[in-house]
């Protein structure tokens, strides 16, 4: 695990990479809380809150969740429609089945795909462009 100040400039590289690679437009409220990226999702049928869990970054992949305003994970039919895998098997919570995030590497039809293999090209940026895309933004 890093260093909490190295991985506070880690993370706060990865929003810049993000903002940068992905523009304004798709990442106006992207920020750092603590060892996490947080965002909200607006469309027309509702807003959320995402929340890229960096705790373990970059030796494991972000956890990703929708949060409410504490910072707990929303349950299944909170989040947005067709945007949840399910409940993951492994997590017991709401997943996303989307390559660079934790749920993906933990589900058993993964198990060949390892995060080391990506995690150098996996960064936040592409992390968030598959994310937003998949919320059709």
Known sequence: MLHPDVLADLLDSEVALARNALGE??????QR???SLVMT???????????????RY????FDIAFVDDAGEILP???WPPNYAHGVH???GRPWVCVSGT???????????ERWDAVRYTARADTLL???LTKAGM
């Open 41 to 55: 999702l607006v469309r027309p049928d509702g807003s959320w809150r995402l929340r890229l869990d960096g705790t």
């Open 33 to 35: 809380d603590g060892c």
């Open 129 to 131: 462009d598959r994310l």
């Open 76 to 78: 299944l039919e909170s």
């Open 25 to 30: 437009g798709r990442t106006a409220d992207l």
């Open 89 to 91: 098997p492994v997590l």
């Open 102 to 112: 934790r749920g993906f590497y933990l589900y058993e039809g993964h198990h060949t």
């Open 58 to 61: 970059d030796a494991e992949p």
